[in-house]
């Protein structure tokens, strides 16, 4: 009798784990049939809605050829550093999509953040995780300065450009006259060591603003270069476009059960479509999403620390160096700076997501399965709140997500001439 | 921060206007003209709200033309008018800070940075005040 009880336990405990484990891992959704709000979220996601790049209004030369030219030499060379060996290619890696696989940035020094691609962030209002500066170009100047990056100064690049004859022709060509460099010292910054500071600040005011706005200029043509890099079709892209022409198709070649799967909880349960929306999987904006602290840091105050950094930015797009006017501004005129935006960082691109390792605003997490685990738990935030809540999916429906992210990456809409150095 | 709903109307009026329900928010307003709409304040101002992008998308900054006439359908001029506003269902906030920055005619306000970022059911909060007095209005949207 004794026996029988324990097999029937025994039996018990093993059909119920069993189970357990076909409802954590089998798939049971029928992903044959879209609804009409499927279909115009997944619609809503493709390339094909991408508008065309407008102009940038504080950036004049944004789409000029000649500012190109300059921005692509200057893109790719080391003497833009301290030590001759650092350019924004070290870290914006043409072959790893504009990222460098590092948890954390490797300029002149190890920095305190990781590499975002640059792959069509000129669509995006915000640069940088935290959002402190509010154009490409003003982007592309602060790391020209900042010591873990070229440790390098405006002077000193004014310099290198008014030295080498292919970049002076270059710069003058789009910009006019490079200013005049006689009396000035060698290097010298508003940002830079004390005696690069003691140095700026010894020169005449009138000389500063001129040298600032060459150096602005060098951002503008580092913009024009760096819109071109945008994304190209993909998997999910052509899917997108087969659904588009028959409504009723399910599973294709062009994307597996599997995939299509994850793109179901992609728009529906679980939930990333929220932030991670538009055809290039992000809505630009700042999200505290409960990522831990990078290692040896406090949790950083993200968006409320950016926006306040941004205004008071000499390069921002209500300053003297942006070619703008006050209504073209809006961006930086009502950004929002209450406490919820503690916390928040930059929501990333999805586009090539499976190449561009290791993830979040520290590198902190390795893998695309651990960002699935990461969403799904929505852990407590160390500072401020969580946005997300927890999603309860099965280990196969994140197995299916983390499928569904394999289908964002296809080569650069870029020409080749453009990636790599000139 | 949201509070509740009793006085709120919505009603489709002419070519420009569509229906915004309190009760059930269609899934597909985003795909008619979700550009235009016309709301009743507690006290009976009524407030039409012209988006200049139409229709409202995610993700793009606009501003919107709010036209505010009084009980007997006078424009109510120089009145201080704030939107805050957001996602119910998401516990926060808009992006933007928008704010009305000129009175272009006689009780018809310019609000300019209005942006949405997410898809989903959105809730306005006007707070009207003029010569003393304090109104709200409220209006939902589905993007």
Redo the contacts between chains.
């Keep these: 009798m004794k026996k029988i009880l324990v097999s029937i336990i025994a039996a018990a405990i093993s059909l119920s784990s069993l189970s357990y484990f076909a409802w954590n891992n089998f798939s049971f959704s029928n992903t044959n049939e879209w609804s009409?709000?499927e279909l115009?979220?997944i619609q809503?996601l493709s390339l094909a809605e991408l508008p065309a790049l407008s102009t940038d209004p504080s950036n004049r030369l944004a789409n000029d050829s000649r500012a190109l030219d300059l921005g692509y030499r200057l893109f790719f060379d080391t003497r833009l550093s301290s030590n001759s060996q650092v350019s924004c290619s070290s870290c914006h890696r043409p072959e790893l999509m504009f990222t460098d696989g590092l948890p954390l940035a490797i300029g002149i020094d190890i920095g305190p953040r990781h590499t975002p691609s640059l792959v069509g962030t000129a669509y995006s209002?915000w640069f940088y995780w935290d959002g402190r500066k509010d154009s490409q170009w003003a982007q592309a100047l602060a790391p020209l300065e900042a010591r873990h990056e070229h440790e390098s100064d405006r002077v000193s690049i004014i310099r290198l450009l008014a030295e080498d004859a292919l970049l002076k022709n270059s710069y003058e060509s789009a910009f006019g006259s490079l200013p005049v460099l006689e009396s000035l010292p060698d290097s010298a910054s508003p940002l830079g060591t004390d005696a690069q500071q003691q140095a700026w600040q010894d020169i005449e005011s009138n000389q500063q603003a001129a040298i600032s706005g060459a150096f602005a200029n060098v951002g503008k043509a580092l913009a024009a270069y760096q819109r071109l890099i945008l994304p190209g079709r993909t998997r999910f892209d052509r899917y997108a476009a087969e659904l588009a022409a028959d409504k009723e198709m399910g599973e294709t070649e062009t994307l597996n059960s599997i995939e299509i799967a994850g793109l179901k909880l992609f728009i529906g349960q679980g939930q990333c479509?929220?932030?991670h929306?538009?055809p290039l999987f992000t809505?630009?904006?700042?999200h505290n999403t409960g990522v831990l602290a990078i290692a040896g840091q406090l949790p950083p105050m993200g968006r409320y620390d950016g926006i306040r950094t941004a205004r008071k930015d000499p390069f921002n797009c209500l300053g003297e160096f942006s070619d703008a006017i006050e209504g073209d501004c809006?961006?930086l005129?009502?950004?929002?700076?209450?406490n919820?935006v503690v916390g928040a960082q930059k929501t990333p691109t999805l586009r090539n997501v499976s190449l561009t390792a290791p993830y979040m605003h520290g590198g902190q997490i390795k893998t695309l399965a651990e960002v699935m685990v990461h969403y799904n738990e929505a852990p407590t935030s160390m500072l401020s709140h969580n946005?997300a809540k927890p999603l309860e999916l099965r280990a196969v429906e994140l197995k299916q997500l983390e499928a569904f992210m394999e289908t964002l990456s296809g080569p650069l809409a870029t020409s080749s001439k453009w990636l790599s150095a000139p | 921060m949201f509070p509740k709903l009793n006085l709120v109307t919505a009603f489709y009026i002419g070519f420009s206007f569509i229906v915004i329900s309190l009760i059930s928010s269609s899934a597909h307003a985003a795909n008619v003209n979700n550009a235009d709409f016309r709301v009743s304040s507690d006290a009976g101002y009524s407030i039409a709200v012209y988006s200049q992008l139409s229709p409202i998308e995610i993700n793009k900054i606009h501003s919107w033309i709010i036209e505010i006439t009084d009980r007997n359908n006078r424009p109510l001029k120089s009145a201080n008018i704030e939107m805050v506003g957001g996602m119910p269902d998401h516990d926060h906030g808009l992006p933007t800070e928008p704010q009305v920055t000129e009175e272009v005619e006689p009780g018809k306000y310019l609000l300019e940075g209005v942006r949405f970022h997410m898809q989903g059911k959105w809730q306005i909060i006007f707070t009207i005040k003029e010569n003393g007095n304090k109104d709200q209005a409220i209006l939902e949207l589905q993007l």
């Design positions: 009409a709000e115009r979220l809503s209002p479509i929220n932030c929306n538009g809505n630009h904006e700042f809006t961006e005129r009502f950004a929002r700076d209450e919820d946005e």
